[in-house]
């Protein structure tokens, strides 16, 4: 480092500018390199950064409460329409600093499905049904899910530089459709991509006309600021994707002083096969595991982390192929250096809790770029019933558990040890001889699960307005939300806003008798309507 | 207290029985008369109490995801005329428990709101729209809110015996109808009133045919037992209706394990008297704050506990016109022997924090009854500002503090130093000459009140789609969510439920292709609708 360099600005009200006082630096790295990208430097921001922008968005709110939602909808379509223009500069940043490769991952995947995201929170702002809009005409009682009037701070996570970034993803998307301002952080490991997003997004946000506070971005702070910010009575929430511990720390901070939070934090999304599938089709499911563990070199929340079978016909040949499959794959870049140290952490806590190594186990020291040996373990039921926590601890990469239960009765004791999960799998025979074990599982599984799939692997997170990425604690904070998934994504962001025989001039378009857009759904009178009082 | 009086039985898993290892026993007061009544005592329960409701409600929970809605509709219905069959004795054990007036209070407003919520939730539970059905055809992805997979813990309050009962109330009808069993706890100031309750609920559940542990009720336990309830992994959520300090240990204790909670807390609920509403209608509006005030003694979560004018015309004789009332208002029936000496510790607080006492402030020893003088206190707001924490305490009974801010910014002051509550209320001039102070004060106040009023007293909860019973922190721990106005109430007893690839005849009949009522409102690829997909 060079205490001489110039450090990259921070987006502050409207403007970039020089971080003040800022507490160090730091610079990102090319994973498939391993190489410091020491060419630019960014600040390590302290408390008056943070005010700053605080204030900036706090005044934001105010103003955006004022916006018609042409005005935001405008905005999110410009910024996708930004975003495209730039895909090459994003592209080339994004693959520098993840590892991730630029086709067709970045470029054809996950661009587009940032600026589709962007789009769609566009649609729900035009719409507003999202907001449920209620009138109850004789009490003149009139309710609204508005924005929560303070700056929603976006933490983003490493694994998704476009789609889940602190400034142009799926948090932020909801969070500004909902007509709150953003102070997004961008991640530390992809700071230049998310100052090219950072961008973007001003400039459209200029162009449409947002008050200038609306989007802005720091790149780090020390963690100590980090829990007084989601502590802020400014503040209207905080949305974090990332690991646990990080995560439940800004949980407690928050919860104590009453803050919203909403929190992706870890998931194992164990695989169910059931014995009937494993005679059916147990090599296809093993190469479909095998490809859904291998993505993105295991980098995603959804990726089967415990995979749980019976005991019987098929079992060994169903791990000998799993087996093979983990030896002879390449290790896959990780995202940060940091990142081969954690797995192998984690796989040392699942071997101490008795998990026998199959495949993999160490740092792939031989790689050019960072990497972990793709990895299987395994484990009986009975160990892992001893054990459970241990034994549900997530490796973010290239690693699975396989748990053999000696019993269907174990099976299922696996399945209610199971604790909160973003996605659970039931993999069953087309014949019907899983059926009865299947009506057994299910229950348990729904119960601790976010999404439930059938047949087919839980990686990847389709952007649908029925999607549910979300899931009961510890994998998020509250079951009844989801991160993806637009309009209900976007209820996160918002507080219930009643008015009781408030005048009717002074009420929020969506609820004066005449129905704003002329297809917006109201319940009024106790009938979903798109009808005028 | 006789050790050998019989202790009046708890309901577990559908039989009336003896508390096992009880670690105390109470009685009730007949608040008009300050007695006990000691005829009926009731057990302290202790841990294998709750760990019995524990393990029938999540068994019970299990039977009711196989449920259709129907049966739970025909259980709230059914449940809603066994209370009607039973008002006389209902009223009387009320009456004689709370003090509150048989007539009209008890029997002719809050046993046909009780017995309404319940209807309106049978409705919701039967039409299912609350549950948003979302189905996405071209990715096969569908998600619906659904129960929880365990019981909901309700912890009622004092002051409505009926309409917040754990075991009858609005947080009780919204859990049954979002398909989850119940555990209440009784509000041990009417502990014989609850049994009664809970007699009617439980041979309702019985003719209906839900599972035993459907409805569960204990009285009372050790503040350690009740911390380990809302955190036991068994439950599935709780709700909790009273003062402050309880409801923080409770929340904190809940949000440490992530195990959803939700709060009523305390509320001061502001009301602003403009320059001009002062001027056009001050004695009208000084009458009808005093009658808010004095309503059910002061003892409602919406009565006003702060008013803030301006200086200027009219100030001296709006509050000399208070002080008139308040000085003349026969003190009201208070609802235990411990809400006397909590409102003069609250009294006290605000005196020593600056507030000169106008009317009232002690004991009132005379009366017949457990009771307090009705009182008005008045600060100005410079000492308001200088500590807002103290003077925003809430009493629960008739005390209002009136502030006085010497100008209009300082008006605003007070009201960004307003915490979270539950409503917020402007009185403005019909002539247009408080417009401008409306328009600088509603947004502060919208950003900080569940129900925002125009016009009129906050007192009184309507029950309304529309309501919105609920606030930001501290009023509230969430501020999306209502306590009452179904449907919106039940989505908090929710978790999203998304079934990706799921077979069709596995998926809940809400979401397979054919549209199970004809008229459930359902998202179909974009579109609300009633249709089949």
Redesign the interface.
């Known amino acids: 480092m060079n205490a001489n360099t110039v450090l990259q600005p921070i987006l502050v009200d409207g403007r970039w500018v020089q971080a003040e006082a800022p507490t160090g630096r730091f610079h990102a790295f090319e994973p498939s390199t391993r190489e410091a990208l020491a060419d630019r430097e960014f600040p390590v921001s302290g408390w008056r950064d943070l005010e700053a922008m605080l204030d900036a968005g706090k005044h934001a709110a ?1 103003g955006m ?1 004022h916006l018609p939602p042409e005005t935001i909808a405008r905005f999110l379509e410009t910024y996708a329409d930004a975003i495209e223009a730039r895909a090459d500069a994003l592209v080339e940043a994004a693959h520098r600093e993840t590892g991730l490769p630029a086709e067709p991952r970045l470029r054809n995947v996950e661009l587009p499905r940032t600026t589709h995201q962007l789009r769609q929170a566009a649609s729900a702002a035009r719409d507003g ?1 999202w907001s ?1 809009p ?3 005409t004789a ?1 003149n ?3 609204v ?2 924005p ?3 700056p929603v701070l976006v933490l983003g996570p490493n694994n998704f530089p476009f789609a889940f970034n602190g400034i142009a993803g799926g948090d932020f998307a909801a969070a500004i459709a909902a007509g709150n301002p953003v102070i997004a952080k961008a991640h530390p490991a992809h700071p230049h991509t998310s100052a090219l997003l950072a961008g973007a997004a001003l400039d459209a946000a200029n162009a449409a006309g947002l008050p200038p506070g609306a989007v802005q971005m720091f790149f780090r702070t020390d963690g100590e600021l980090g829990l007084r910010l989601v502590t802020d009575p400014r503040l209207g929430a905080a949305a974090f994707t990332g690991g646990r511990p990080a995560g439940m720390k800004l ?2 901070a928050a ?6 939070i909403y929190l992706e934090m870890s998931s194992v999304n164990p695989v169910f096969v059931l014995p009937g599938a494993l005679r059916e089709r147990g090599d296809a499911i093993a190469a479909e595991l095998h490809g859904s563990c291998a993505m993105g070199a295991g980098q995603f929340c959804t990726k089967p982390g415990v995979t749980v079978l019976r005991a019987g016909d098929g079992v060994d040949r169903f791990i000998a192929e799993l087996q093979r499959l983990t030896a002879a794959a390449t290790p896959g870049v990780l995202l940060s250096p940091q990142a081969p140290r954690d797995i192998a952490t984690t796989v040392a806590r699942l071997q101490a809790a008795g998990a026998e190594l199959l495949a993999g186990g160490a740092i792939a020291e031989d790689a050019q770029g960072f990497a972990f040996q793709p990895t299987l373990l395994r484990v009986s039921g009975e160990r892992f019933l001893a054990d459970p926590e241990a034994l549900q601890s997530e490796a973010f990469g290239h690693v699975n558990l396989v748990v053999v239960a000696d019993s269907c009765s174990q099976l299922l004791q696996v399945a209610e040890a199971m604790e ?1 999960n973003l ?1 659970g799998t039931i993999h069953s025979d087309t014949g019907g001889s899983d059926d009865a074990a ?1 009506d057994t599982l ?2 348990i599984l ?3 699960v ?7 692997m ?1 990686t990847g997170v ?1 952007v ?5 990425h ?1 899931g ?3 994998a998020t ?6 991160a993806v ?1 637009i309009p ?1 994504s976007l ?2 962001f ?10 009717p001039h ?1 009420l929020p378009s969506s609820l004066q008798d005449r129905n704003p857009t002329g297809s917006l ?1 109201r ?1 009024i009178d ?1 009938e ?1 309507t798109t009808r005028d009082v």
Do not use: E, Q
């Open positions: 105010a409460a049904s449920r209620t009138i109850d009490a009682i009139r309710s899910h508005g929560l009037g303070g949980k407690a919860d104590a002083v009453g803050k919203p909160g996605t299947y299910a229950p729904r119960a601790r976010g999404r439930l799939l059938n047949d087919k839980p389709a649908s307005a029925a999607m549910n979300g009961p604690f510890p904070g509250h079951p009844a939300f989801t998934g209900a209820v996160r918002s507080a219930l806003h009643c008015y009781d025989n408030v005048r002074r759904l319940l106790g979903w």
